[in-house]
Protein backbone atom coordinates (compact mmCIF):
# COMPACT_ATOMS: atom_id res chain seq x y z
CA UNK A 1 0.00 0.00 0.00
CA UNK A 2 1.41 3.84 -0.35
CA UNK A 3 3.00 5.80 1.98
CA UNK A 4 0.86 8.62 3.29
CA UNK A 5 1.78 12.00 3.77
CA UNK A 6 3.28 13.25 7.12
CA UNK A 7 2.03 16.33 9.01
CA UNK A 8 2.70 18.85 11.56
CA UNK A 9 5.30 17.62 14.03
CA UNK A 10 7.15 19.37 16.99
CA UNK A 11 7.96 18.61 20.43
CA UNK A 12 7.24 20.92 23.33
CA UNK A 13 9.02 19.04 26.73
CA UNK A 14 11.32 16.36 24.97
CA UNK A 15 13.92 18.38 22.53
CA UNK A 16 14.07 15.01 19.16
CA UNK A 17 15.23 15.99 16.38
CA UNK A 18 13.80 12.84 14.44
CA UNK A 19 10.46 10.60 15.59
CA UNK A 20 11.15 7.99 12.17
CA UNK A 21 13.77 7.16 9.49
CA UNK A 22 11.76 9.35 7.16
CA UNK A 23 10.26 11.97 9.63
CA UNK A 24 12.79 14.76 10.55
CA UNK A 25 11.96 17.83 12.55
CA UNK A 26 13.44 21.31 11.29
CA UNK A 27 16.69 22.20 13.56
CA UNK A 28 15.03 25.95 13.55
CA UNK A 29 11.59 24.83 14.45
CA UNK A 30 9.28 26.86 16.45
CA UNK A 31 6.87 25.57 19.92
CA UNK A 32 3.86 27.32 17.97
CA UNK A 33 2.85 28.39 14.96
CA UNK A 34 -0.36 30.63 14.47
CA UNK A 35 -2.23 29.59 11.14
CA UNK A 36 -2.41 32.82 8.29
CA UNK A 37 -4.16 33.57 5.59
CA UNK A 38 -3.38 31.64 2.74
CA UNK A 39 -1.12 29.45 4.77
CA UNK A 40 -1.49 25.94 2.69
CA UNK A 41 -0.84 22.62 4.95
CA UNK A 42 2.62 21.60 2.77
CA UNK A 43 3.55 25.40 4.19
CA UNK A 44 3.07 24.78 7.69
CA UNK A 45 4.41 21.68 7.86
CA UNK A 46 7.12 22.97 6.38
CA UNK A 47 7.72 25.10 8.75
CA UNK A 48 8.61 22.22 11.51
CA UNK A 49 9.69 19.62 9.02
CA UNK A 50 12.41 18.75 6.75
CA UNK A 51 10.25 16.56 4.51
CA UNK A 52 7.19 18.53 4.56
CA UNK A 53 4.81 16.04 2.48
CA UNK A 54 5.24 13.38 5.03
CA UNK A 55 2.52 15.44 7.18
CA UNK A 56 -0.56 12.73 7.04
CA UNK A 57 2.01 10.03 9.08
CA UNK A 58 1.97 11.99 12.38
CA UNK A 59 -1.89 12.47 11.97
CA UNK A 60 -2.70 8.88 11.37
CA UNK A 61 -0.83 7.58 14.28
CA UNK A 62 -2.25 10.01 16.46
CA UNK A 63 -4.55 7.91 18.50
CA UNK A 64 -6.46 10.63 19.66
CA UNK A 65 -9.06 11.00 16.97
CA UNK A 66 -12.11 13.16 17.96
CA UNK A 67 -12.55 16.42 15.28
CA UNK A 68 -10.65 15.62 11.95
CA UNK A 69 -8.17 17.71 10.25
CA UNK A 70 -9.31 21.12 9.19
CA UNK A 71 -7.68 24.08 10.21
CA UNK A 72 -8.11 27.71 10.44
CA UNK A 73 -6.49 31.05 10.29
CA UNK A 74 -5.97 32.03 13.55
CA UNK A 75 -5.99 28.56 14.76
CA UNK A 76 -2.43 28.41 17.54
CA UNK A 77 -0.93 24.89 16.39
CA UNK A 78 1.83 23.38 18.62
CA UNK A 79 3.15 20.13 19.22
CA UNK A 80 2.60 17.84 21.78
CA UNK A 81 3.14 14.12 23.39
CA UNK A 82 -0.28 11.67 23.02
CA UNK A 83 0.19 8.47 24.67
CA UNK A 84 3.75 8.67 23.48
CA UNK A 85 3.45 9.62 20.48
CA UNK A 86 3.48 13.31 19.06
CA UNK A 87 -0.25 14.86 18.19
CA UNK A 88 -1.20 18.26 17.29
CA UNK A 89 -2.49 20.32 19.76
CA UNK A 90 -4.85 23.60 19.18
CA UNK A 91 -3.04 26.16 21.56
CA UNK A 92 -5.95 28.74 22.00
CA UNK A 93 -8.78 26.02 23.08
CA UNK A 94 -6.00 23.67 24.54
CA UNK A 95 -8.00 20.48 22.76
CA UNK A 96 -6.09 17.59 21.22
CA UNK A 97 -6.95 16.43 18.02
CA UNK A 98 -6.07 14.44 15.51
CA UNK A 99 -5.33 15.50 12.15
CA UNK A 100 -6.68 12.73 9.51
CA UNK A 101 -6.55 13.79 5.65
CA UNK A 102 -10.20 13.15 5.07
CA UNK A 103 -13.24 15.70 3.34
CA UNK A 104 -15.52 17.92 5.22
CA UNK A 105 -17.52 20.09 3.35
CA UNK A 106 -19.47 23.35 4.93
CA UNK A 107 -21.46 25.88 3.67
CA UNK A 108 -18.55 28.37 4.94
CA UNK A 109 -15.66 26.42 4.37
CA UNK A 110 -12.80 28.57 4.83
CA UNK A 111 -10.09 25.71 6.11
CA UNK A 112 -6.44 25.73 4.97
CA UNK A 113 -5.85 23.58 1.28
CA UNK A 114 -3.35 21.09 1.71
CA UNK A 115 -1.66 22.97 -1.87
CA UNK A 116 -2.63 26.37 -3.22
CA UNK A 117 -5.39 25.55 -5.03
CA UNK A 118 -5.95 28.86 -7.03
CA UNK A 119 -2.79 27.45 -9.00
CA UNK A 120 -4.18 24.27 -10.11
CA UNK A 121 -7.88 24.94 -10.33
CA UNK A 122 -8.00 26.04 -14.07
CA UNK A 123 -6.15 22.99 -14.68
CA UNK A 124 -8.35 20.17 -13.21
CA UNK A 125 -10.82 20.76 -16.37
CA UNK A 126 -10.26 22.91 -18.77
CA UNK A 127 -6.51 21.43 -20.58
CA UNK A 128 -6.50 17.96 -21.68
CA UNK A 129 -4.17 15.95 -23.17
CA UNK A 130 -6.23 14.17 -26.74
CA UNK A 131 -5.08 11.59 -28.58
CA UNK A 132 -4.18 12.19 -32.43
CA UNK A 133 -6.80 13.57 -34.57
CA UNK A 134 -9.38 13.97 -31.76
CA UNK A 135 -9.54 17.18 -32.34
CA UNK A 136 -9.24 16.55 -36.20
CA UNK A 137 -12.78 14.60 -35.47
CA UNK A 138 -14.58 16.99 -33.06
CA UNK A 139 -17.08 19.37 -34.12
CA UNK A 140 -15.67 22.44 -34.87
CA UNK A 141 -17.23 26.35 -34.92
CA UNK A 142 -18.80 26.96 -38.59
CA UNK A 143 -19.36 31.10 -38.15
CA UNK A 144 -20.85 33.45 -35.69
CA UNK A 145 -24.30 34.91 -35.37
CA UNK A 146 -22.65 38.33 -36.27
CA UNK A 147 -20.09 37.17 -39.52
CA UNK A 148 -17.11 38.04 -37.06
CA UNK A 149 -13.90 36.10 -37.48
CA UNK A 150 -13.74 36.17 -33.69
CA UNK A 151 -16.52 35.46 -30.84
CA UNK A 152 -16.60 35.78 -27.31
CA UNK A 153 -18.92 35.38 -23.84
CA UNK A 154 -22.24 35.82 -24.80
CA UNK A 155 -21.93 35.78 -28.62
CA UNK A 156 -23.45 33.00 -30.67
CA UNK A 157 -21.62 30.44 -33.02
CA UNK A 158 -23.27 27.76 -35.00
CA UNK A 159 -21.51 24.37 -34.98
CA UNK A 160 -21.34 20.84 -37.19
CA UNK A 161 -20.23 17.62 -36.68
CA UNK A 162 -22.17 17.09 -33.47
CA UNK A 163 -24.40 13.71 -34.04
CA UNK A 164 -27.27 12.81 -32.86
CA UNK A 165 -26.45 10.21 -30.28
CA UNK A 166 -23.57 12.27 -29.08
CA UNK A 167 -25.40 15.67 -28.21
CA UNK A 168 -24.97 16.81 -24.66
CA UNK A 169 -26.25 20.03 -23.29
CA UNK A 170 -22.43 21.76 -21.87
CA UNK A 171 -19.66 22.31 -24.47
CA UNK A 172 -16.41 23.05 -23.94
CA UNK A 173 -14.31 24.64 -27.31
CA UNK A 174 -10.45 23.56 -27.45
CA UNK A 175 -8.03 24.43 -30.36
CA UNK A 176 -4.35 22.43 -30.68
CA UNK A 177 -1.45 23.19 -28.23
CA UNK A 178 1.58 21.73 -27.22
CA UNK A 179 2.58 18.48 -28.92
CA UNK A 180 3.59 16.47 -25.58
CA UNK A 181 7.48 14.35 -27.15
CA UNK A 182 8.75 11.96 -24.57
CA UNK A 183 12.60 12.70 -24.24
CA UNK A 184 14.54 11.70 -27.34
CA UNK A 185 16.05 7.94 -27.47
CA UNK A 186 19.79 8.33 -28.07
CA UNK A 187 21.09 9.30 -31.64
CA UNK A 188 17.14 10.69 -32.24
CA UNK A 189 16.13 14.49 -32.69
CA UNK A 190 12.95 13.70 -30.77
CA UNK A 191 11.15 11.81 -28.71
CA UNK A 192 7.82 9.86 -28.89
CA UNK A 193 4.84 11.52 -28.59
CA UNK A 194 2.79 10.79 -25.74
CA UNK A 195 -0.40 13.12 -26.54
CA UNK A 196 -1.45 16.47 -28.01
CA UNK A 197 -2.33 18.88 -25.78
CA UNK A 198 -5.96 20.55 -26.36
CA UNK A 199 -6.06 24.28 -25.59
CA UNK A 200 -9.20 25.43 -23.43
CA UNK A 201 -10.79 28.30 -25.37
CA UNK A 202 -14.33 28.47 -24.32
CA UNK A 203 -17.53 26.82 -22.34
CA UNK A 204 -20.58 26.75 -24.89
CA UNK A 205 -24.34 25.79 -23.89
CA UNK A 206 -26.15 24.34 -26.73
CA UNK A 207 -29.27 26.11 -27.80
CA UNK A 208 -30.44 24.40 -30.59
CA UNK A 209 -29.37 20.94 -32.12
CA UNK A 210 -29.07 20.08 -35.89
CA UNK A 211 -26.63 20.86 -38.82
CA UNK A 212 -25.65 23.42 -38.43
CA UNK A 213 -26.47 23.74 -34.24
CA UNK A 214 -26.24 26.79 -32.05
CA UNK A 215 -24.78 27.57 -29.10
CA UNK A 216 -24.10 30.20 -26.60
CA UNK A 217 -20.37 31.63 -25.34
CA UNK A 218 -20.95 31.39 -21.51
CA UNK A 219 -17.57 32.07 -20.81
CA UNK A 220 -13.95 32.77 -22.89
CA UNK A 221 -10.60 32.53 -22.01
CA UNK A 222 -9.50 33.06 -25.44
CA UNK A 223 -10.98 34.56 -28.55
CA UNK A 224 -13.09 31.61 -30.31
CA UNK A 225 -12.04 31.49 -33.76
CA UNK A 226 -13.84 30.02 -36.99
CA UNK A 227 -12.52 25.88 -36.87
CA UNK A 228 -12.26 25.64 -33.32
CA UNK A 229 -13.69 22.38 -32.02
CA UNK A 230 -15.85 21.26 -29.52
CA UNK A 231 -16.02 18.44 -26.54
CA UNK A 232 -18.52 17.83 -24.42
CA UNK A 233 -17.79 19.02 -20.58
CA UNK A 234 -16.59 17.05 -18.38
CA UNK A 235 -17.38 16.47 -14.73
CA UNK A 236 -15.03 18.68 -12.00
CA UNK A 237 -11.89 16.76 -10.38
CA UNK A 238 -12.13 16.41 -6.60
CA UNK A 239 -10.00 19.62 -4.92
CA UNK A 240 -9.28 17.17 -2.22
CA UNK A 241 -5.60 16.25 -2.39
CA UNK A 242 -4.27 13.18 0.12
CA UNK A 243 -0.60 13.76 -0.67
CA UNK A 244 1.07 10.31 -0.71
CA UNK A 245 4.22 8.23 -2.59
CA UNK A 246 3.39 6.00 -4.91
CA UNK A 247 4.19 2.46 -4.33
CA UNK A 248 5.86 1.37 -6.98
CA UNK A 249 9.54 2.80 -8.47
CA UNK A 250 9.31 5.85 -10.89
CA UNK A 251 11.78 7.34 -13.61
CA UNK A 252 10.17 9.93 -15.43
CA UNK A 253 11.20 13.49 -16.80
CA UNK A 254 9.66 16.85 -17.11
CA UNK A 255 8.87 17.45 -20.54
CA UNK A 256 7.45 20.50 -20.83
CA UNK A 257 6.15 23.54 -18.89
CA UNK A 258 3.31 25.79 -18.63
CA UNK A 259 3.96 29.45 -20.34
CA UNK A 260 6.64 27.61 -21.98
CA UNK A 261 9.65 29.20 -19.11
CA UNK A 262 13.37 28.17 -19.29
CA UNK A 263 13.57 27.95 -15.63
CA UNK A 264 11.09 26.34 -13.35
CA UNK A 265 9.98 27.41 -10.01
CA UNK A 266 7.87 27.24 -7.08
CA UNK A 267 4.25 26.76 -7.74
CA UNK A 268 4.59 26.33 -11.75
CA UNK A 269 2.41 23.73 -13.62
CA UNK A 270 4.53 20.81 -15.29
CA UNK A 271 4.25 18.15 -17.48
CA UNK A 272 5.14 14.60 -17.21
CA UNK A 273 6.20 11.82 -19.59
CA UNK A 274 4.30 9.37 -17.51
CA UNK A 275 0.40 9.14 -16.55
CA UNK A 276 -2.31 6.61 -15.62
CA UNK A 277 -0.87 3.76 -17.74
CA UNK A 278 2.29 3.66 -15.55
CA UNK A 279 -0.03 3.93 -12.29
CA UNK A 280 0.27 7.38 -11.01
CA UNK A 281 -2.40 9.14 -10.02
CA UNK A 282 -3.19 12.58 -8.50
CA UNK A 283 -1.61 13.12 -4.97
CA UNK A 284 1.08 11.33 -6.13
CA UNK A 285 4.54 13.18 -4.46
CA UNK A 286 7.83 12.74 -6.74
CA UNK A 287 11.30 14.09 -5.73
CA UNK A 288 12.65 16.14 -8.71
CA UNK A 289 16.24 15.72 -9.52
CA UNK A 290 18.54 17.61 -11.96
CA UNK A 291 19.74 15.86 -14.48
CA UNK A 292 23.30 15.17 -14.52
CA UNK A 293 25.27 17.44 -16.41
CA UNK A 294 28.20 16.57 -19.09
CA UNK A 295 31.28 17.63 -19.00
CA UNK A 296 34.74 17.29 -20.26
CA UNK A 297 37.81 15.07 -18.44
CA UNK A 298 40.32 17.27 -19.15
CA UNK A 299 42.64 15.63 -16.56
CA UNK A 300 42.13 12.42 -17.94
CA UNK A 301 42.97 13.62 -21.39
CA UNK A 302 46.35 14.57 -20.38
CA UNK A 303 46.92 11.93 -18.76
CA UNK A 304 46.25 9.78 -22.18
CA UNK A 305 48.37 12.73 -23.75
CA UNK A 306 51.18 11.90 -21.85
CA UNK A 307 51.07 8.09 -22.40
CA UNK A 308 50.05 8.21 -26.01
CA UNK A 309 54.18 8.05 -27.27
CA UNK A 310 53.07 4.35 -28.43
CA UNK A 311 50.71 5.74 -31.29
CA UNK A 312 53.26 6.74 -33.58
CA UNK A 313 53.16 6.94 -37.35
CA UNK A 314 55.69 7.00 -40.23
CA UNK A 315 56.35 10.80 -41.22
CA UNK A 316 55.06 11.20 -44.80
CA UNK A 317 58.03 13.26 -45.28
CA UNK A 318 60.74 10.31 -44.60
CA UNK A 319 59.95 7.82 -46.96
CA UNK A 320 62.98 5.52 -45.46
CA UNK A 321 60.84 5.26 -42.17
CA UNK A 322 63.94 6.10 -40.79
CA UNK A 323 62.45 8.88 -38.30
CA UNK A 324 59.38 8.42 -36.55
CA UNK A 325 57.02 11.31 -34.70
CA UNK A 326 54.15 10.40 -32.06
CA UNK A 327 51.15 11.88 -33.75
CA UNK A 328 47.67 11.48 -31.18
CA UNK A 329 44.01 11.99 -32.33
CA UNK A 330 43.21 14.37 -29.17
CA UNK A 331 39.36 14.01 -30.27
CA UNK A 332 39.63 10.43 -30.13
CA UNK A 333 41.35 10.57 -25.95
CA UNK A 334 38.52 13.34 -24.87
CA UNK A 335 36.38 11.84 -22.39
CA UNK A 336 32.62 13.37 -21.52
CA UNK A 337 31.49 12.28 -18.23
CA UNK A 338 27.85 12.30 -16.83
CA UNK A 339 27.84 13.43 -13.11
CA UNK A 340 24.90 12.31 -10.75
CA UNK A 341 21.95 13.37 -10.37
CA UNK A 342 21.06 15.97 -7.40
CA UNK A 343 17.90 16.06 -5.47
CA UNK A 344 16.54 19.81 -6.00
CA UNK A 345 12.74 19.83 -4.61
CA UNK A 346 9.16 17.80 -4.56
CA UNK A 347 6.45 17.88 -7.27
CA UNK A 348 2.71 16.52 -6.62
CA UNK A 349 0.69 15.30 -9.46
CA UNK A 350 -2.86 16.76 -9.59
CA UNK A 351 -4.16 15.29 -12.90
CA UNK A 352 -3.40 12.21 -14.95
CA UNK A 353 -3.81 11.40 -18.36
CA UNK A 354 -2.98 8.37 -20.06
CA UNK A 355 0.62 8.74 -20.88
CA UNK A 356 1.19 12.42 -19.35
CA UNK A 357 0.70 13.58 -16.08
CA UNK A 358 0.04 17.39 -14.72
CA UNK A 359 1.94 18.17 -11.54
CA UNK A 360 2.78 21.55 -9.44
CA UNK A 361 6.08 22.08 -8.48
CA UNK A 362 6.35 22.70 -4.43
CA UNK A 363 9.61 22.78 -3.47
CA UNK A 364 13.03 24.10 -4.75
CA UNK A 365 16.28 24.32 -4.15
CA UNK A 366 17.07 26.04 -7.36
CA UNK A 367 15.39 26.21 -10.82
CA UNK A 368 13.97 23.17 -12.73
CA UNK A 369 14.51 22.37 -16.13
CA UNK A 370 13.00 20.38 -18.70
CA UNK A 371 14.56 17.10 -18.81
CA UNK A 372 14.89 16.77 -15.20
CA UNK A 373 14.17 13.71 -13.49
CA UNK A 374 11.39 12.59 -11.17
CA UNK A 375 11.08 9.46 -8.40
CA UNK A 376 10.25 8.26 -5.46
CA UNK A 377 10.52 10.86 -2.76
Known sequence: MYRKFLCFVMMCCVSFTVFSADLELRADHPEKYVVKKGDTLWDISAVFLKSPWLWPEIWQVNPQVRNPHLIYPGDVLELAFCDGKPCLRFGSAGRNVKLSPGVRSSMNDHAIPPIPLEVIRPFLSRPRVV??????????????????????AENKVYVRGIKPLEERNRYMIFRSGDIYRDVPAEGAKEGEILGYEALYVAGAQMQRFGDPATALITHSEREVLIGDRLLPEEDPISEQFIPHAPDHEVDGRIISVVDGVSQIGQYQIVVLNQGAKHGLEAGHVLSIHESGRFVRDTIAQDQKLRTGRDQVVIDPKDASGAKQVTKVDTKKLTEIVELPEELIGYLMIFRTFDKVSYALVMDLERPAHIYDAVHLP
Do not use: C, F, K, R
Not at 131 to 152: F, K
Open 131 to 152: EANTLDLAPYVLASQDEHLIAG
